[in-house]
């Protein structure tokens, strides 16, 4: 059995509302059976679309691939078993880079001119899923539905409207604004290492600061059920579903949220900006209160960059929306009885809300230990009372040596 036609879009999403229009991207779509390795990549037309046909019973994934061999891509509306042929399995999304995206002489056109970037955006990454799992089995498609519940949800007509919006894969705006790449000019190397690593497993350290990562294809708004990090040490309360005030989850790509909730942003990690990507969202609460908290064993008389990824979750602004009010802090804990401070900087000041597109700044700075230290303790704090707005999201938390200084 086959069915006899699948349809699917890939959509620039400009304003990440998650609806599924948005103008056409012109980037390599590959579908591939995960059971036989059959593999077709085909390039959508000016509007983003595709139609593949008379694809046999099995298990698939579609997937975006920038770059992929771009002379074996078929243009779209092709038979899949006439065209396909054996591939390895595809393990993880690429998208296209601001910079490829907008590239004119690119073999392909990926894009209508003009319409690429939006405001100050420097990153392309996932408003949907980047990778697509589904079966066909006669003339239905299924996929799950709820990343952890594995539900599945099938439709028999095989041109319903449901399958074409589920393989549509949306791409959008976003802009990461850190500071390494004026160290690196400033002749400061940083260790690629992060301190905050190891640990037991379940551990925040496990994870490296990331937060961790689902496999390919998760539905976005996949919340973990539980808390992932028990020695997380955290003073917020975790929640399985939307934080209000005093709570964090961790999640993938944070879902464009309707009715009430609308203020907050279609939100991708910083770590691979894609489904894949977790990283935690706090609803803030609780001054003085620990958001989360990792002491590392460190050298004395030694330099370290301390670093985190924070965004503001709001996508509006109003004169009752409090920035985010936390603060990125590292103590010398060599003494518990009597830590130090060593850095401390409030997120909130330069954390305004990007009402263009999401945007995940670099919060931290270089540190240097003392003769006598021996442990660092990093902690994100929060600063501020519950209210509207004081919302953020935070990944890549690190802790890495300095190898080489400002030159003299
Ligand atoms: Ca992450």
Known sequence: MAISMLQGSLKY???????????????????????????IPIMPNENGDWTIRNVPDGDYQIVEQQGYQVSNVWTSDLDYASNGS???????????????????????????????????????????????????????????TNGEKNTLSTVASSNDNDIKKF??????????????????NQGITIDSANLISGGPPGSFSADNGTFGSYPQGTPIDSIMPSPPYNDLKSSFNYINGYPEDGQYNVENTKAHLNGSNATWW????????????????????????????????VEPNTAYLASAWVANMLKTRASNFKLPQGKLEVTDT?????????????????????????????????????????????????TGPSGDGNDYAIDDVTLRKVLKKRPP
């Open 13 to 39: 999403d400009a304003d990440r509302k998650a609806d599924g229009t948005g103008d056409g991207m012109r980037v390599p779509i590959v579908l591939q059976n995960l059971g036989t390795g059959w593999t």
């Open 167 to 184: 393989l549509t894969i949306l791409n959008g705006p976003s802009k990461n604004t850190g500071f390494e790449d004026e160290l690196k």
């Open 86 to 144: 054996s591939a390895p399995r595809i393990t993880e999304a690429k998208l296209p880079s601001v910079q490829e995206y907008n590239q004119q002489s690119s073999p392909v056109t990926i894009h209508a001119p003009g319409k690429m970037t939006k405001g100050s955006s420097n990153v392309i990454n996932g408003v949907s899923e980047t990778t697509k799992l589904f079966s066909v089995q006669g003339s239905s498609v299924s996929w799950r």
């Open 334 to 382: 060599t003494d518990p009885s009597n830590p130090k401070i060593l850095y401390s900087n409030n997120l909130g000041t330069s954390l305004e809300a990007n009402l263009d597109h999401p945007e995940w700044k670099q919060f931290g700075d270089i540190i240097r230990t003392g003769g006598a230290t021996r442990q660092l303790t990093v902690n994100i704090i929060s």
């Open 266 to 297: 279609n939100l991708a990690g910083h770590t691979t900006g894609d489904e894949r990507d977790k990283f935690a969202i706090v609803n803030g609460s609780n001054p003085g209160q620990n958001i989360l908290s990792q002491s590392v064993a």
